[in-house]
């Protein structure tokens, strides 16, 4: 954990100093790291940090529900999106999640291969599609 601590730090700081060439103050704006945080949802090919563990290594960043995660990465501020779950993402925010790499967005992927395996709500709580291939 100790490792992850340090690179988010780093990534953090890289991005203070984007903004601050830009002009922009971080304090001034809404947070610009965007965390995926979401109760009960599956980590795929790692084991998913605590919330208590991102949050002390991402002070002031924004941690967006499945459903909040659109608008977060709509807001001009943000710049980094944090997938704390490993190859696991939810499937009903990939179209903003693509719309914001598109647009420069950045994306830290903690763990396992980005975009491997859909999170959807079934009937009993998050589960996850199978692995998508690429030939």
Same mark, same amino acid.
């Given at each position: ?33 965007? $965390? ?45 999106? $944090? ?53």
């Amino acid at each position: 954990m100790k490792e992850i601590n340090v690179l988010l730090a780093c990534l953090l700081a890289l991005l203070a100093g984007v903004d601050s060439v830009r002009g922009q103050s971080s304090a001034a704006n809404l947070p610009s790291t965007v $965390v995926f945080s979401e109760p009960g949802f599956p980590a795929a090919d790692s084991v998913a940090p605590s919330p208590g563990a991102l949050e002390a290594a991402l002070p002031g960043a924004r941690f967006a529900s499945a459903e909040q995660l659109g608008a977060a990465l709509e807001a001009g501020s943000t710049r980094l999106l $944090v997938l704390p779950y490993g190859s696991a993402f939810p499937e009903v925010a990939w179209e903003p999640i693509y719309q914001f790499l598109q647009r420069g967005g950045n994306l830290l992927v903690l763990g396992g291969r980005p975009f491997a395996r859909a999170g959807y709500r079934g009937a009993g709580g998050w589960k996850l599609r199978g692995p998508t291939r690429t030939s």
